[in-house]
């Protein structure tokens, strides 16, 4: 049973554009909601994470936006470069929890 | 070491065969979990070590699957007997702090990973 909801599954956008990654979740303990970036060959890093504290959160081009009530959180990649292009996993999980419940990932290709 | 290593990198195994995937986590590492990833899919939690205590084994999808870390460092996961089923990328990853030690969540740090494909 998957517990987040990632969508879409692949995006194509040009240098300069905006990418967009929406996750959905159902368990309204999960407190802690981080984005992993994997480039091929590469295990996941962390990229950007938020607490529902906070309706978003932006480090550089990267921002996470939180919406609470309709348990949805999504990924804004600003001005898309080449370099980008890898595969994005929104997870989350709770205080004092380990396990991250991942989505299905997002493989985002942005042409030059 | 700079970060978690994995070997082997790439695993061939004809169905039925034991295979042993290794973890290096990043020294002083308290936390190391297992993960497995599904071709196109997200990381699925497997097991979880504090130091050499393996407190958690809920994800392991069989008792076939087994996994140890009994100096507290390094982690080796076992698959007896393995299946096509079986056939996936086996992520390790580390973190700093222990269950007790934090409130928030430690940032998990992952390996390469090992590609498993059970012939």
């Known amino acids: 049973q998957q517990q987040v909801k990632q969508s879409p599954q692949s995006l194509i956008v040009q240098k300069g554009g905006i990418s967009i990654i929406n996750c959905a979740y159902e368990?309204?303990?999960?407190?802690?909601f981080p984005w992993y970036q994997q480039f091929p060959g590469k295990g996941p890093a962390l990229l950007i994470a938020i607490r529902p504290d906070v309706s978003e959160k932006k480090e550089g081009r990267f921002t996470i936006s939180f919406n609470k009530s309709a348990k949805q959180f999504s990924l804004h990649i600003m001005d898309s470069q080449p370099g980008d292009s890898a595969t994005y996993f929104c997870a989350a999980t709770y205080s004092n929890d380990y396990k991250l419940s991942f989505g299905a990932g997002t493989t985002v290709t942005v042409r030059a | 070491g700079a970060g978690v290593s994995q070997s082997p990198r790439y695993k061939v195994a004809k169905r039925g065969q034991d295979v042993a995937l290794r973890c290096d986590p990043i020294?002083?590492?308290?936390?190391l979990f297992w993960y497995q990833q599904a071709l196109g899919q997200g990381p699925e939690f497997l097991t979880y070590?504090?130091?050499?205590?393996?407190?958690?084994k809920s994800g392991l999808p069989s008792d076939r699957f087994f996994a140890e870390r009994p100096e507290g460092s390094v982690s080796t996961l076992k698959i007896q007997r393995t299946q096509q089923e079986d056939s996936a990328v086996y992520l390790c990853?580390?973190?700093?702090?222990?269950?007790?030690?934090?409130?928030?969540?430690?940032?998990?740090?992952f390996g390469p990973g090992t590609r498993l494909l059970v012939l």
């Open positions: 020294s002083g590492h308290v936390s």
């Open positions: 070590f504090q130091n050499e205590a393996q407190l958690d």
């Open positions: 368990n309204t303990a999960f407190d802690y």
């Open positions: 990853a580390s973190s700093l702090a222990g269950l007790a030690e934090s409130v928030y969540q430690e940032t998990q740090y």
